[in-house]
């Protein structure tokens, strides 16, 4: 997926930016790396060491990159199949929903 595909899906005022700033404070066990920018490349650069970690750990699970270190969208592009309800979404974990005296 690409940063911008993301905060499309949170909807409005969220973007690209936003995405790439949650993603890397996102806690250990997140696949950050599998989110590229729209290019098709990698955004890391100065943000992780080693600098080519995202790249090689895409590599390692089969993305292919070429001499611009870009990958190919058209093939490697991941797009989530629509819901038949669609659920709101939120960068926040879920807490509960019933509000005071018991009721949703």
């Known amino acids: 997926m690409t940063y911008g595909q993301i905060a499309e ?13 949650v993603m890397h404070a996102s806690p250990e066990g997140t ?25 090689r750990l895409l590599e390692s699970e089969g993305v292919v990159f070429d001499n611009r270190s870009r990958c190919d969208l058209q093939t490697f592009l ?19 929903t019933k509000l005071k005296g018991g009721k949703q």
Do not use: M
């Open 31 to 55: 696949p950050w790396h599998r989110v590229v920018n729209a290019q098709g490349g990698c955004s890391t650069l100065n943000l992780v060491l080693p600098h080519d970690k995202q790249q």
């Open 78 to 96: 991941w797009i989530p199949k629509s819901r038949s309800h669609p659920q709101k979404v939120t960068l926040y974990k879920r807490g509960s």
């Open 9 to 21: 899906l949170l909807g409005e005022g969220y973007t690209a930016r936003t995405v790439g700033f």
